[in-house]
């Protein structure tokens, strides 16, 4: 029987769709491929628009989630060949789908992107809807992915740190004699593209490597109203969405009179601040270890620098460091994922979401 499985995976920023074939028979699992494709812009504008209330959601949504089921399946099938590989020899796909809204207040969340439609234009069984199991038992259904950072990177002696800066950021806790911990930690790279885009409407979809950010001025006033918000003050587990912040959000703090005539480009700084501020404070007590980067963020070379002055006793690094490329890190989780279900082994970790027990994820979509 095969050991290799494909993962698929796109985030809250939606800067692409990552496919990965993952041979998961050696000690090691060996990444046979990993490819990306980004998202035609006329489906990017439907799923920004599905991530908050508008007219005729439903007949949106619907049409977008057999469009993102078809570029999954694409993107699926371009690793697959990549890999030199045909369907007969995959064991399963674990799709994760986009997420357009996650509610752990109501103990739901809803990623689209039909999995019987990339089932039977791939011919391979699916495996998805993985969060839902884990919020009917009480956790926040995310994150999902420390119990893979476990599985693949926890050390007997050393301290280590996934930080996975995508549109939202989280912290892994690898800690020897520790339970594992891992958590939202508010905004990664969310509010930086969002408000990049208001002010460069026609130009690129986000602050290449944060020069933008970083020819401006923080504004500490405005950083420290906006990290006395209620959710950077909630212990674990925790977890938020872009659901949560938003433009909006942000509009709440530029609105008022102390605020309305910052300069966009100080505001953008300031962002750059609060999304490293924020990691960082989960951190500070950690007076030993290592920090594995990864996620799209971890290209923005001045919210590195900041992170770096942040975390002074703490060294920075990324995941390729420990023989996973940074990239293709979430889309092996949901491969890892997917071959739990097929062996009926849990997937997600009480002390990361809360849940009442571990469980099973996942539901399957057979091909034939």
Not at 103 to 124: D, K, M, R, W, Y
Not at 166 to 179: C, D, E, M, Q
Request: one cysteine or more; glycine letters at 8%.
């Amino acid at each position: 029987m095969t050991d290799i499985y494909v993962g698929l995976m796109s985030g809250t920023s939606m800067d692409g769709v990552d496919a990965v074939v993952v041979d998961f028979s050696p000690q090691t699992p060996a990444l046979l491929a990993h490819c990306q494709q980004p998202i035609p812009q006329p489906l990017l504008e439907q799923l920004h628009g599905l991530c908050s209330p508008a007219a005729n959601e439903l007949a949106t949504m619907a049409e977008a989630s057999v469009a993102v089921a078809q570029l999954f399946a694409a993107t699926a099938t371009q690793a697959i060949a990549q890999a030199k590989l045909k369907a007969s020899d995959i064991a399963a796909i674990g799709s994760h789908g986009q997420t357009i809204r996650h509610f752990p207040e109501l103990a739901f969340s809803l990623q689209i992107g039909s999995p019987s439609h990339i089932a039977v234009q791939t011919n391979i069984d699916v495996v998805a809807d993985f969060r839902n199991k884990d919020m009917a038992l009480g956790g926040q259904g995310a994150p999902l992915v420390p119990a893979f950072h476990q599985a693949m990177f926890s050390h007997a002696n050393e301290a280590r740190f996934i930080v996975n800066i995508g549109g939202i950021a989280n912290v892994t806790r690898l800690v020897p004699g520790k339970s594992l911990l891992g958590y939202d930690t508010g905004p990664g790279n969310t509010l930086l593209d969002q408000h990049f885009k208001r002010h460069h409407p026609n130009g690129l979809d986000y602050d290449d490597n944060g020069q933008w950010g970083k020819s401006g001025r923080c504004q500490q006033n405005l950083l420290e109203q906006m990290l006395a918000d209620k959710y950077f003050a909630l212990a674990a587990p925790k977890s938020t969405g872009r659901e949560y912040f938003h433009l909006a959000w942000l509009d709440s703090f530029l609105t008022q009179p102390d605020f309305a005539q910052i300069a966009p480009v100080d505001v953008q700084c300031t962002l750059h601040h609060l999304s490293a501020q924020s990691i960082a404070q989960e951190l500070f007590d950690a007076d030993r270890g290592k920090v594995y980067l990864c996620g799209g963020g971890d290209k923005n070379g001045f919210l590195l620098e900041l992170l770096t002055k942040a975390l002074p006793k703490l060294t920075l690094s990324r995941t390729s460091e420990l023989g996973i490329p940074e990239q293709a890190l979430e889309a092996m989780a949901f491969a890892w994922l997917a071959r739990c279900f097929k062996l009926q082994q849990t997937g997600n970790a009480s002390s990361v979401t809360g849940a009442s027990r571990p469980a099973i994820l996942g539901a399957l979509y057979p091909a034939k």
